[in-house]
């Protein structure tokens, strides 16, 4: 940039349709099913979500990447708020624990961005103007079904 200054994009995600991207995998117990279920995560407000068939007072929930960099959060009900400025490599994966405190009920889960093959964005580049303004342009996948729609966003990190 013209003055020296520079601009750091700390944390940006492209989605392919919020559904994608919104669920998480989680692993089964093969001797007993775990009463939380629907593991969900709204990426823009950094909450993580589930139903428990159970009252239960308090859960700790954990989210930690594949650095094994974690932060975890006790609250007593089943929702979870992270900072919005948790800066989180998504492409690499992302790892959820959802626990019950003095029990061993828990819930692990994964989160892997990823869709169908050739739906991934393609000539995808970005350009920043005066330090304040970026224009980014991509092109839909080549075999991304015609009402695919792409979702850019940012958010700042520490």
């Given at each position: 940039?013209?003055?020296?200054?520079?601009?750091?994009?700390?944390?940006?995600?492209?989605?392919?349709?919020?559904?994608?991207?919104?669920?998480?995998?989680?692993?089964?117990?093969?001797?007993w099913?775990?009463p939380?279920t629907?593991?969900?995560?709204?990426?823009?407000?950094?909450?993580?979500?589930?139903?428990?068939?159970?009252?239960f007072?308090?859960?700790i929930?954990?989210?930690?990447?594949?650095?094994?960099?974690?932060?975890?959060e006790?609250?007593?009900?089943?929702?979870?708020?992270?900072?919005?400025?948790?800066?989180?490599?998504?492409?690499?994966?992302?790892?959820?624990?959802?626990?019950?405190?003095?029990?061993?009920?828990?819930?692990?889960?994964?989160?892997?961005?990823?869709?169908?093959?050739?739906?991934?964005?393609?000539?995808?580049?970005?350009?920043?103007?005066n330090?304040f303004l970026?224009?980014?342009?991509?092109?839909?996948?080549?075999?991304?079904?015609?009402?695919?729609?792409?979702?850019?966003?940012?958010?700042?990190?520490?």
């Amino acid at each position: 940039l013209a003055d020296t200054r520079y601009v750091s994009l700390s944390h940006w995600c492209l989605e392919k349709s919020q559904s994608l991207f919104r669920h998480c995998r989680c692993l089964k117990s093969d001797t007993w099913e775990s009463p939380i279920t629907n593991v969900n995560m709204d990426w823009r407000k950094m909450e993580l979500s589930w139903e428990s068939s159970r009252n239960f007072s308090k859960y700790i929930c954990t989210i930690m990447d594949r650095d094994v960099e974690n932060r975890g959060e006790e609250v007593n009900s089943p929702l979870c708020s992270f900072p919005v400025e948790l800066y989180l490599p998504l492409h690499k994966g992302v790892f959820f624990i959802i626990e019950v405190p003095n029990t061993n009920i828990s819930k692990q889960c994964t989160f892997l961005p990823g869709g169908m093959n050739g739906s991934a964005i393609e000539n995808f580049s970005c350009v920043i103007y005066n330090v304040f303004l970026m224009n980014c342009t991509w092109q839909a996948g080549r075999d991304a079904p015609a009402d695919t729609q792409y979702f850019l966003y940012w958010q700042n990190s520490r």
